[in-house]
């Protein structure tokens, strides 16, 4: 198994992915010149004001973090980036056909370089897949970059959500056992993350509002934090505003 060249694929993915149109002739080039280029129209009317430019969305599969995600990145005003979407645009296979055709440790093997890559990013919400948050240095990783915001749900929620899905480990013949069995498994590494929400039986609406005020309390806290170390981190221009 072999992930040679993978650095540039994955760029060239995330940029096809966040840019559109595609760069003018004159215009920035860079991933992070681009960012910057495409949210600076949304400045003409004053400040954005949000808790974070950067964040992730970790937990178990059907808690929503495709979902919420993009809606987060909607209400912040962030792209979005969605690590198994990246995976499928740059291998050019469904998640499910990468299982069946290069097996999970590969499929694993290109998670890990995609969290390498949307960690370099600024003003982005990433949304994870289940197992991303699981590896240690993933984990590390993630969480050396920004919060990580971990979304969870009931065993019954989440089959409900993932019933008529065809996510590889959950073909099973009794996927609701399936699930109670992986996420007791998986339950002690998404405690690690940085903000917990519930998400059973609450509109997107509803959760996002919640993560966002998550978000500006953490951010509060780490400015207070940094402000008792040095008088000057915590002063409102060092706030996420742009
Ligand atoms: N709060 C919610 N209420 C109802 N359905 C939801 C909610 N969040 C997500 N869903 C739905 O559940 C399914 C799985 O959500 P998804 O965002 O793909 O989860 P994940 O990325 O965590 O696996 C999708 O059909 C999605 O629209
Ligand atoms: O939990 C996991 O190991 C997986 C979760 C899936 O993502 P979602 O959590 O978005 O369904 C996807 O990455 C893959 O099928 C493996
Ligand atoms: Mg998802």
Redesign the pocket.
Known sequence: MTTDGWAERVEAALLAALLDPPAAEGEPVTLTDRLSSRLSPMNGSGLIERPVTWVALAG???TG??RIGWELSRALALHFVDT?KLITRVVGKS?PEVFAQEGESYFRACEAEVVRRVTRLDHAVVSL???TFIHEANRRTLLERGPVVVLWASPETVYQRTRHSD???LQSADPLSRIRTLMDEREEHYRQGTIHVHSDGRPAEEIVEEVTQRLWDWADADAALGAEASPEHGRLGERAAD
């Open positions: 178990f599969m059907g973090k495709s198994d998640i897949g289940g197992g996510r590889p480990l």
